[in-house]
């Protein structure tokens, strides 16, 4: 079993930053891919970026890339979202998701574990 714990949520000014932890509880943290995925009001979840299990390759939805940054300390059982120049379409709630396989996919199956998320709201 692996407990996901997100924090860094708040409320930002357009073209600011914010950085988002996951924190997971057990010691084969290792051994999961590491995503994070957002769920906007009224729409639909929707995947955010992801890092594989092993080389720690990272991979971006378009709608964020080059503006986030997603990495992960093994040592610390934490993965991290650096947010910059965001936007108020960025606001959501924000979810961690830890999958067996190599990486996760961006439609979301297969992940075996899910958190509780946390809230990010950019105002214009």
């Known amino acids: 079993q692996v407990q996901l714990v997100e924090s860094g949520g708040g409320l930002v000014q357009a073209g600011g930053s914010l950085r988002l932890s996951c924190a997971a509880s057990g010691r084969t943290f290792i051994g999961y891919a590491m995503g994070w995925f957002r769920q906007a009001p009224g729409k639909e979840r929707e995947f955010v970026a992801g890092?594989?299990?092993?080389?720690?390759?990272?991979y971006y939805a378009d709608s964020v890339q080059g503006r986030f940054t997603i990495s992960r300390d093994n040592a610390r059982n934490t993965v991290y979202l650096q947010m910059n120049s965001l936007k108020p379409e960025d606001t959501a709630v924000y979810y961690c998701?830890?999958?067996?396989?190599?990486?996760?996919?961006?439609?979301?199956?297969?992940?075996?574990?899910w958190g509780k998320g946390t809230l990010v709201t950019v105002s214009s």
């Open positions: 998701a830890a999958d067996r396989n190599i990486v996760v996919a961006r439609s979301g199956a297969g992940v075996d574990y």
């Open positions: 890092i594989s299990r092993s080389i720690g390759s990272t």
